[in-house]
């Protein structure tokens, strides 16, 4: 469900990496990304965690390791309690979380001259 929201939201292309890890790479509107999610059922590992790196061509610099609850330090991007009845709105959420840190450089004043 995270492959197909992502390829249809910001035409990101999957690539499973191992270890339960799995890149997706696109663009919200012109700023490109990649998204890190590690999906794991194990215990003590959380369902699935993510991480959105920012490659804003106006920064000078990469924001790495970035999710939404960080930026509130409100957690790490961990989820749990997915559940298959909750499927369809947590990844819509999780769409809508990724594009809001993706435009985080045009909410800040670092990108005006």
Same mark, same amino acid.
């Given at each position: 469900?995270?492959?197909?929201?992502?390829?249809r939201?910001?035409?990101?292309?999957?690539?499973?990496?191992?270890?339960?890890?799995?890149?997706?790479?696109?663009?919200? @509107?012109?700023?490109?990304?990649?998204?890190?999610?590690?999906?794991?059922?194990?215990?003590?590992?959380?369902?699935?965690?993510? @991480?959105?790196?920012i490659?804003?061509?106006?920064?000078?610099?990469?924001?790495?390791?970035?999710?939404?609850?960080?930026?509130?330090?409100?957690?790490?991007?961990?989820?749990?309690?997915?559940?298959q009845?909750?499927?369809?709105?947590?990844?819509?959420?999780?769409?809508?979380?990724?594009?809001?840190?993706?435009?985080?450089? @045009?909410?800040?004043?670092?990108?005006?001259?």
């Amino acid at each position: 469900m995270v492959a197909s929201a992502f390829a249809r939201q910001f035409g990101a292309i999957a690539k499973d990496i191992g270890s339960e890890m799995w890149t997706y790479e696109g663009q919200v @509107e012109g700023t490109p990304l990649k998204v890190l999610i590690r999906y794991s059922g194990r215990m003590m590992r959380p369902q699935l965690a993510y @991480e959105v790196q920012i490659l804003h061509t106006k920064w000078p610099w990469t924001a790495k390791f970035l999710c939404y609850e960080s930026l509130w330090g409100a957690g790490f991007g961990y989820w749990n309690y997915l559940t298959q009845e909750n499927a369809e709105r947590s990844v819509n959420l999780l769409c809508e979380l990724v594009a809001y840190v993706a435009k985080l450089p @045009e909410r800040l004043a670092l990108n005006e001259e």
